[in-house]
């Protein structure tokens, strides 16, 4: 995407040494550094893991991929891969993105079964495909074919927990339940200015089969754009979708917010449109080229906690909350 209006936005505001400052954008950013950020706890270890693999000479991909697999690979983590709380069916179903800022490429998955890293399988697609999503039997069919193994999803937690569900007579309350949810998005800088967007999830839990949440949709779960940042989105799905929510914060930003305005700008533009969205569990992430952050939700009954790495400093934050 191209910045909007980005030479006329910055000429009339803060005049020419800041549209020089602006298309130096990536030598500032080797100043600043590499930058991961990512949503909800399970973000620490997988910023860790991705800052890792970046300074072993992996590049930004291999980082954000490999530190999203953390997470996915872990089943204490119940709301993504291995662990993931399942469908209404007990079938777990799994939804990743991966968005190249600089190719201006993404890959997807949506409801694959029994993979753990879809991740891993949504980069492929954007690798080895002209496709930009798979889905379901074909989804799955594609990362047998490229080496992955199948595996049962559910832990013993995890069917416990679909069984209690079952059983409850008035489970029909998952909807909006806060602890099926927890994504994890991530953002990243590689301190040239080289951004990345990652999104993986088991959606909302006990979801009705076939449900595709915002996290594997190109511009809702991930975007990135080199000439802008990144963003990426955890919540209530089924709400964001109708925003495109990472791409109004991409959209936002080229047109000169920083990125924690850009996030609230679009919190407020959701509520502003549905007041209901005040109740919504809705939280994202933001990074631009220079490597400034952004990190919000709506409100307290998610309140979106962000982990931050940067300048090997591993942080758990609090994001803004909308006032
Ligand atoms: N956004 C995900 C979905 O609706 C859930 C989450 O972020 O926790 O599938």
């Excluded at 005049?15 to 590499?34: H, I, K, N, P, S």
Aim: aromatic content about 6%.
């Amino acid at each position: 995407m191209e910045p909007i209006n980005r030479r006329n936005f910055m000429k009339s505001v803060a005049g020419t040494a800041a549209l020089a400052a602006l298309e130096g954008g990536a030598a500032r950013a080797a100043d600043t550094g590499l930058v991961f950020l990512s949503t909800w706890a399970h973000g620490k270890p997988a910023n860790e893991r991705a800052a890792e693999i970046f300074k072993g000479g992996g590049s930004l991909l291999d980082a954000i991929e490999k530190g999203i697999n953390v997470p996915e690979s872990d089943p204490a983590v119940t709301s993504v891969g291995y662990g993931g709380l399942p469908n209404a069916e007990g079938v777990v179903e799994l939804d990743a993105a991966i968005m190249d800022g600089t190719r201006h490429r993404a890959g997807s998955v949506c409801n694959l079964h029994m993979i753990k890293n879809p991740i891993s399988v949504a980069r492929l697609v954007m690798e080895k495909t002209r496709h930009t999503t798979l889905a379901g039997e074909g989804a799955f069919r594609f990362a047998l074919k490229m080496g992955f193994e199948p595996q049962t999803l559910l832990t013993p937690e995890s069917l416990r927990k679909w069984e209690e569900w079952k059983v409850n007579p008035k489970h029909e309350t998952f909807w909006l339940d806060a602890e099926h949810h927890d994504t994890i998005g991530m953002v990243a800088n590689d301190g040239k200015g080289h951004v990345l967007s990652g999104c993986s999830t088991s959606g909302l839990a006990f979801k009705i089969p076939g449900r595709v949440g915002d996290s594997p949709l190109v511009g809702c779960g991930v975007y990135a754009d080199d000439n802008v940042g990144a963003a990426s989105a955890t919540g209530d799905g089924d709400v964001m979708t109708n925003y495109c929510t990472s791409v109004s914060i991409i959209h936002a930003m080229a047109r000169g917010a920083s990125p924690q305005e850009a996030c609230l700008e679009l919190l407020r533009h959701m509520v502003k449109t549905d007041p209901k969205n005040r109740e919504a569990q809705v939280g994202v992430v933001a990074i631009n080229t220079q490597g400034e952050i952004g990190a919000a939700c709506i409100n307290s009954r998610a309140r979106l906690k962000y982990a931050l790495w940067r300048n090997g400093e591993s942080q758990l934050l609090d994001s803004v909350m909308l006032i």
